[in-house]
């Protein structure tokens, strides 16, 4: 795997909060960002995989988006 460095600049107090995260979790700061980095796109990822995988079955079944927001408030409202 190739790697390269990426220079960023933080707010102080942003910093600060790296720093007490990555001490807390016995992380280098470089570290703790690059965890982040990669929970943040994995999350991302799979949230357009699931938004796609609705708009897949709501299309293959006919439903609006007026459809699945009446689905949720009966489902909401114990219907």
């Known amino acids: 795997m190739a790697l390269a460095t990426v220079n960023l600049t933080f707010e102080d107090d942003l910093i600060k909060q790296i720093d007490y995260f990555a001490s807390n979790q016995s992380l280098t700061r470089t570290d703790l960002i690059y965890n982040s980095v990669k929970m943040y796109i994995n999350r991302k990822q ?8 609705g708009e897949q079955v709501a299309a293959e079944n ?12 009966k489902y909401r409202n114990g219907q």
């Not at 799979?46 to 995988?53: G, H, I, Q, W």
């Open 46 to 53: 799979k949230l357009l995989e699931l938004y796609a995988y």
């Open 62 to 73: 006919g439903f609006t988006e007026e459809d699945i927001l009446e689905e949720i408030k």
